[in-house]
């Protein structure tokens, strides 16, 4: 019966205690948000009754999940309030900008290739006026660099052709991050993972997670590589398809069904963070690691909004406690304010520094020698807010870990 | 005690029916008192579907009643608005209605008299049926459309008492009439008791009007005159949100269980009909069987009931006027009912309309008001029929917020969807005013605040019938203390909102504890915690 119950995003469980609103860092920073319960369950009951009542504010939630993740009753407050996105919002039509942001992919191929030249032309401050003039992208923005070689090319240059020679395979969704903007965690995560004996494998042709267009609106566009993806996924070499990506990740494994209505059961479980993966393997013994006896640092951990809700920020504590030198703070849990491409947005520039001041302050007094945190967006709005680098666990481990060491423990 | 000799009307009973002859008489131009023992639409007109019928489910058995409902229903679209919801309605028909003689050969009757009494009923394809209305049971072998709607019977109600007022009508609500002042064989007015101050009065007037539903057969007998009345009670459940958006009904013989109406916020299923004792009417429980029936049948008609969220059961006694000795009361007319006890009895000055369905109030008002009016020799038209109630001037939620305030709040265009063109009224004028007080039916300070002045609202349960207040998901757990408190301002008894909240929540409890299982169970044990916790001595179970 469950199956054709139309009560969807189990709204119904609502129980009214309203700790959604509680938790919600956009209601406490901006009041045109009615917050999530008015948002989710309450406006869904008058949604279905008559259109009418679709408020234009359900723009403003920033799908950081942490209203699921408090919720008693297990309603899935934000995928109620993306799908009413796409239901009631007569105005379909996306603006430029917001196509331009959410388009990671296209973006990424086309401006890399002339990467220096974009990534200075962006950085100016004549360019940033104009974007902000002509776009609404907010001038005080700093944009994430462009990287000339993508991650792809590099590996399959530089790493595709010893990887075979690995006992162990498993398949990795870098996703646009990596590709276009850092590669240098692809190829942390390629070192790490091959020092514990697994080679690496690209999906034949994986495409944006569509996270962004789900935010952008772009429904549809989404859908189209949501199929891909999963059809990548599925035909993958190896034990899992790894990720480094939270976002990415959360996308992929809940989202496709919750929102975007399809069928992934076939491919969900084998999409897995790489760091809980990592652990797992350490956990049950299959591999080791040998970390450097000169390491020796102190990072305050940022746990993502998504990252709460994927419920797996053990793993990294658990992961990045085992290495000797290095001292972890864990900082209170609080969102950062970007949101992906939200912060990016002129008109929601102010709104987006105000949400993430409590964790800038927290991490401006803990002093730390960096941030650890496995999200790319929020890595760009605390070195942007704060003076501090954002490092991926994976890239902690990389440097922490004696690669040679661990290699031949694994061998 | 007071004595008052003002009036050309006294009409008893503050239902549909009583309102609708009130609102007719005081338009042509009678002066009207209408007198209410409890608060307006508190019986049957509150406890029913809330299904604007087309007539089809009568069609086939009774045609004068189909014929009236058509016609009703087509003149309330037009000026009750704003009450009226255009959902269409479906009547399907099962694999197993083969069975028990309702396959399609009973379709096939049942569209040629509805089509007899002009009542356009459309045979669809089951797939059509389907994407019309994604909730049908998947497996239905035949569905025809007609003019279903739904209509909400509290504000149809409410509209018509405001109306009356508004043509100079007196409304006396909490106030029971006790007896009646008789001169020989005439009446010639009431003797009443305000229900809260235990204050009594007298009215004259060289009419009475007794429209009590029910407890008319009291107020007959009280008169000296016996109307053979047939207390039918009809139990339904509300779930939680609309779960359908389309009407739908069993396309067989009347039964129980087998109409499911989309009614504002919430869908509702209904209903059964079992004859009580009189006694029983002011005390209606829904039992356990009639629960599990609704649930069964409801099911039948759409799968996903089985596990959507039930909010509550209620249950309602019909008016019907006995004609044969049927247990079940299903075959006994839905007829109007208008007698004029001269007459009929030898008791002049005395008029009793019952029988009739919600559907057909505004007739049974004219036919009321013509029999009032043949006594006082008045020739003034019924205008009933061509003139919008107050709130149907404009209606539509988009319509009414955009012309009030451009771009409107959630809690704007909940009171536009409620109010119609009456929202223009509720002063919206401080941040403190737009603030939601219930949140789960999006209603605001100053829409309590408007019901208050200008809805005849005395307790708690009165201006839930006027707003929805605490009518939602959470049955008033978060809201009503707020609501209470300003209703207790308004008031100005400020002291009095714990026992307003108190005696609201009591209510609630009844028609929750029916249901009490599941997320409703959890509701309730939600609300005895935040409830007892801080007030232990006003809230007990």
Redesign the interface.
Known sequence: ??E????EHN????????ICNDVCPMMAANPAY?GP??AG??????R???K??Y?YALKYCLNCKRCEVACP?GVKVPDIIQSAREKYNEHKSVKLRDMMLASTDLMGTMVRPVAPIANTVLGWGITKSVLDGVMAIDHRRTFPKYSGEGFERWFRKKAAASQASYKHQVSYFHGCYVNYNYPQLGKDFVTVMNALGYGVNLLDGEKCCGVAMVSAGMFDKARKNAENNIKVISDAKGEKVLTTSTSCTLMMRDEYKEVLGMDNSSVRDSIVLALKFIYELVDQKKVKLVFKKDYKARAAYHVPCHMEKLGWSIFTRELLGMIPGLELILLDSNCCGISGTFGFKKENYEISQKIGQPLFEQINSVAPDFVACECETCKWQIEMSTEYKVKNPISILAEALDLEATAEANR | MNNHQDFDVIVIGGGITGAGTARDCSMRGLKVLLIERHDIANGATGRNHGLLHSGARYAVKDAESAEECIKENQILRKIASHCVDDTQGLFITLPEDADTGYGLDYQKTFVEACLKSGISAKVIDPKDAIRME??VNPTLIGAVQVPDGSVDPFRLCSSNVVDAQLHGAKVLTYTEVTGFLKNGDTIEGVKVRNAITGEEAEYRAPVTVNAAGIWGHNIAQMAGVNIGMYPAKGALLVF????N?VVINRCRKSADGDILV?G??VTVIGTTSTKVPFEECDHMHVTPEEVDLLLREGCALC??L????ILRAYAGVRPLVAADDDPTGRSISRGIVCLDHETRDGVKGFISITGGKLMTYRLMAEIATDAVCKKLNSSAQCQTATTPLPGSETSG??EV?KKLWGSAT?GQ??AA?RLGSRAAEVEFSSPEDKQ?VC??E?VTLAEIKYAVKHLNVNTMEDLRRRTRVGM???QG??CIHKAAKALAIAKGEPESADKLAADFLDERWKGMKAVGWG?TL??ME?MQKVYKAGKPDTYKD
Do not use: W
């Not at chain 1, 709204?11 to 309203?18: D, L, R």
């Open positions: 019966m469950q054709i119950n139309l009560s709204f119904e469980q609502c129980q009214k205690c309203g009615p319960k008015q369950p309450d406006g869904e009951r008058y279905l009754k008559d009418e009542f408020d009753s | 994604p909730s939680a949100h609309r779960v958006n989309p504002d916020s799968p996903s089985a596990t959507t969220r939620v988009k917020s959630q265009k909940a969807g939601l949140e789960c999006n939602g998901t959470c757990t978060f997320d959890r509701e939600f």
